[in-house]
């Protein structure tokens, strides 16, 4: 569907509960974040609908972990018409019996195509070994079912997708809403921002003592365990990152060892430091580097190794604006500013900057709010928004810069919406499905790499003639989202496609 997830669950949800009274409407997400927005949205959307007889506001619980929001004067789960929920906590009140099947008429998975990933996975397993009286329609819903090169590729992919939740495929075609006002026309705009010569030389620093850190972990841990990585041209970005991550997951009980666990975490701030240097400059990244230098960590590396961590820190040393958020600045700037103000000094329009990092947004906002003299002098003010973090205080593969709370995050969507500010920063907990007001400008500081980020982050800028930028440090950067920006025409195509064959499978049936 290209229409907005929310409007679209709205018209499925309204229709079930005319025909299903009785029976529940259970609707999954895979963020905690999601639980309340999609809650808030129901009930402010669905206030007068029809359930069976009668007309009347739905009742929706809202449900996140041990965390539960009931309606006035319903005591129990059951009692509502819609349960908004995360898939492990459902996964969890199926396990005790909290909640049955048999009970509800309709199942939502939000974001669909993550259905290979657990909880998903195991709860659409559960749904197909009840008993077939007792089960419940199910719908997935997403905007980027799959991308290829090819359209023959993105339509195997699609179907895998299918077989994966046992159902078939249907395209919002028609609707009772306007549906073209929601589809988004925005074309992306790759802008170059090529780095200095000071951050591509500090960069290149980071990524040689990296390589020597990884040779020695690798040694350490036992030569076959990182045989997937290709250490000698390693390039400390965010795709090494996840397969290190995972690496680090399996084996995570020899990681208890205190001097693998330093080495650990010392790759890993290292990550941290490159991504501010590629967005934020040299000039953030000194903190970083000088936490990484301390006496127990000296012992573990080779004298030249250690050398160029101190080259990387006497970088730092000289002042230097920074080519990435001089570039945000001016992108934002071009917006008509002065032709938005309102009467109480406020401004009509809403900027986005998604970024790869928590510690990346902290040091973003902070460039925008009190460095930046040409938005502050126009009283554009700046947020940001991250996810929760977490994770225990010893596991190296947590980052050291704190997430923000659930209610955090509420309080600063809040002040969005009241145009408390005017540019949002935030992590990809932006990217899917959270409720922000339509922006007129998304800036991708980290082009996309995936065609779900694309689709998701483009579908953000709905605003009349609204822009999105992808800030690419090369060409081949620019290049890279021309690919995905045909995978997404493959997949309209391969989509067509499969209905097309379905309909006339059930035509000759």
């Known amino acids: 569907t290209a229409l907005p997830i929310s409007l679209t669950s709205e018209l499925v949800v309204s229709h079930l509960l005319q025909d299903n009274p009785t029976r529940q409407i259970i609707f999954i997400v895979d963020r905690k974040l999601l639980v309340f927005q999609q809650g808030a949205a129901f009930r402010n959307d669905l206030c007068e609908v029809k359930i069976g007889a009668e007309k009347r506001s739905v009742r929706v619980a809202l449900v ?21 929920i995360t898939a492990g906590s459902y996964e969890n009140l199926l396990k005790n019996g909290e909640l049955r099947w048999k009970d509800v008429s309709l199942v939502v998975f939000d974001e669909a195509h993550c259905v290979k990933k657990h909880p998903y996975r195991m709860i659409v397993k559960t749904h197909y070994e009840t008993d077939e009286a007792h089960r419940p ?29 046992h159902c078939k495929l249907a395209k919002v075609t028609e609707s009772k809403v306007d549906y073209d006002r929601f589809r988004p026309k925005t074309q992306i705009r790759c802008v170059l921002a090529p ?36 250490i000698n041209s390693a390039v400390f970005d965010s795709t090494l990152e996840e397969k290190l991550l995972a690496s680090f997951g399996v084996y995570s009980e020899e990681m208890s060892d205190n001097t693998l666990m330093i080495l650990t975490s010392h790759i890993l701030d290292l ?43 006497a970088l730092t040393d000289q002042p230097e604006m920074a080519s990435a958020p001089t570039t945000i600045v001016e992108e934002v700037l071009k917006l008509d500013w002065n032709g938005s103000k309102k009467k109480d000094g406020t401004y009509g329009l809403f900027a986005m900057i998604l970024v790869a990092k928590r510690v990346i947004a902290v040091a973003l906002e902070k460039y925008l709010n009190e460095e930046d003299a040409k938005l502050a002098s126009m009283g554009i003010r700046s947020i940001r928004i991250t996810g929760h973090g977490g994770g225990k205080p010893k596991d190296p593969t ?16 809040r002040d969005l919406r009241a145009g408390e500010f ?18 007129k400008l998304v800036i991708q500081t980290e082009v996309p790499r995936t065609l779900t980020s694309l689709v998701q982050i483009r579908g953000r800028a709905r605003a009349e003639q609204g822009e999105f930028v992808a800030i690419c440090r090369s060409p081949s950067q620019a290049e890279g989202v021309r690919q995905l920006e045909q995978q997404e025409k493959n997949m309209e195509e391969a989509t067509d496609r499969i209905i097309r064959q379905q309909n006339l499978a059930s035509k000759n049936e």
């Open 64 to 84: 996140c972990g041990d965390r539960r929001k009931l309606e006035a004067g319903c005591h129990y789960l059951y009692d509502h018409d819609i349960v908004v």
């Open 398 to 413: 947590k980052t050291k810069v704190k997430g923000m709370t659930t209610k955090q995050q509420e309080d600063a969507m």
């Open 195 to 230: 780095m200095t010569a000071r951050e591509e030389k500090l960069r290149n620093l980071l990524n040689q003592h990296g390589r020597q850190c990884l040779n020695e972990l690798q040694h350490r841990l036992d030569v076959s365990r990182l045989a997937e990585i290709d």
């Open 422 to 439: 005017n540019v949002v920063v935030a992590t990809s907990v932006a990217e899917e499905g959270v409720d922000l007001p339509e922006c």
């Open 271 to 313: 990550f941290e430091i490159t991504g501010t240097v590629n967005l934020n400059g040299v000039k953030e990244a000194k903190d970083g580097l000088m936490a990484l230098i301390t006496p127990e960590k000296k012992s573990l590396f080779p004298a030249v190794s250690w050398s160029l961590l101190n080259d990387a820190v």
């Open 137 to 165: 329609k199910i719908v997935g819903l997403t905007a980027s079912p799959a991308g290829a090169p090819t359209v023959d590729k993105t339509q195997r992919l699609v179907l895998n997708l299918l077989d994966d939740m």
